[in-house]
């Protein structure tokens, strides 16, 4: 039976046999679900949390407006489109109005919760 981890001691824990206990050199624990694409989803999602300060559900929609103005960008470019850097222009706009509309509803949640 394991004993949990001693926070002095990371990656080493304690096994108890009987009336003695030993040590064992064991691999740090980590999440079930960790891979390198996960972390990285976490990263960007933190980001957006911390830099452009979205709510769970502004970031949600942030990512979803810069997902469908890539497929819709991508679609255009392989149906011979040849707009220059207008689809990057508009793809700014949306994103810059996503936030813009996460902050004005952040205020009216914050006015009315002081109301209530």
């Known amino acids: 039976m394991r ?14 046999r009987g009336d003695s206990a030993a040590t064992s050199r064991t691999v740090p624990l980590r999440p ?5 694409a996960m972390a990285a989803a976490r990263g960007y999602w933190s980001w957006l949390g911390q830099r452009l300060w979205l709510s769970q559900p502004g970031r949600v929609l942030f990512t979803a407006a810069f997902l469908a103005a890539a497929v819709a960008i991508a679609v255009a470019h392989i149906q011979g489109a040849r707009e220059g850097g207008a ?26 919760r002081r109301l209530v």
């Open 3 to 16: 004993a949990p981890e001693r926070a002095d001691a990371p990656g080493v824990t304690t096994t108890t």
């Open 32 to 36: 079930l679900n960790y891979h390198p």
């Open 87 to 112: 689809p990057l222009v508009v793809l700014a706009l949306l994103l810059a109005g996503v936030v813009a509309l996460d902050a004005v509803g952040r205020t009216l949640v914050g006015a009315v």
